[in-house]
């Protein structure tokens, strides 16, 4: 049995001990999921009661993999732009050639994206990329945290070093460095934008955590709607809110969409 086997047996048999078999601290915990927007259609956005253990061996492994795959990503988007036969060959559709070849005003054509990752018994395989605003990025470290406190995880602390993986920084980091490279040289105002569903009646979960993570830093933010923006005198603005960033999640399929 490895290490990891060794741990994930040992957090089992903390859960299956006396102290915590009525799960008293699993209804505490998804108290605490509602009360932090840590849901989706009304229900809790994790029912497990043990969190993905990894070694910090494989944590290393997967960001180099991550990494290089990207600058391979990143090399094969500058090298399509610049061949018209190779692009041709991405049956893209005339539109979405046109706004590939809008230079963006900063380094990277994609500022967000993520990387689908799949952990089964005990191995993680990447599976596919994303190159939208990712989703479950502030979820999950949210939950990090509510899982590194709960009784149970205390308990399995005593024995096993656990590290919390962060996702807010450097997501919130790599926006603000766009902006600065397109040329922004004050502290932005920042709209969120989400494209809501005709039965959706309130912002979603995850972007009410990332308004709140964003003005705790400095950072005036509001959530808004396609059809709540306005463009006037070279400003966008919503309302009397002024917009110098926008942070969205929208597929090319979608903008063309709302566009036409």
């Known amino acids: 049995m490895t290490q990891l ?46 969190p993905h253990f990894i070694t910090q061996r494989q944590y290393t ?10 600058s391979a990503i990143g090399r094969t988007e500058k090298l399509a732009l610049a061949t018209p036969a190779l692009l041709g060959r991405m049956q893209m559709l005339p539109a979405e050639k046109m706004l590939a070849s809008v230079n963006p005003g ?25 190159a939208d605003t990712p989703s479950g990025a502030i979820y999950g470290e949210a939950l990090n945290n509510l899982f590194y406190d709960a009784e149970p995880v205390k308990e399995f602390r005593k024995k096993y070093k656990l590290t919390k993986v962060a996702s ?61 923006l306005e463009y006037r005198d070279g400003v966008l603005r919503k309302g009397d809110f002024r917009i110098d960033l926008i942070y969205r999640r929208v597929r090319v399929s979608e903008f063309l969409c709302v566009s036409t």
């Open 5 to 50: 086997h060794e741990a994930i047996a040992r957090y089992h048999r903390i859960l299956e001990s006396p102290t915590y078999r009525d799960l008293s601290w699993a209804d505490a915990l998804q108290h605490k999921m509602q009360e932090q927007h840590l849901t989706s259609g009304g229900r809790v956005i994790s029912p497990v009661l043990r």
């Open 61 to 70: 492994g997967l960001v180099k993999a991550a990494e290089a795959l990207y």
């Open 168 to 228: 807010t920084k450097p997501l919130i980091h790599s926006v603000l460095k766009a902006y600065k490279e397109f040329g922004g040289k004050k502290s932005p105002n920042i709209a969120i934008l989400e494209f809501r569903q005709a039965f959706q009646s309130s912002d979603s979960g995850e972007y009410q955590l990332l308004t709140d993570i964003l003005r705790r830093e400095g950072y005036p933010t509001e959530v808004v709607s396609p059809d709540q």
């Open 106 to 130: 900063y380094s990277h054509m994609a500022v967000t994206s993520m990387l689908d990752t799949h952990l089964n018994n005990g191995t993680l395989r990447i599976v596919g990329y994303n």
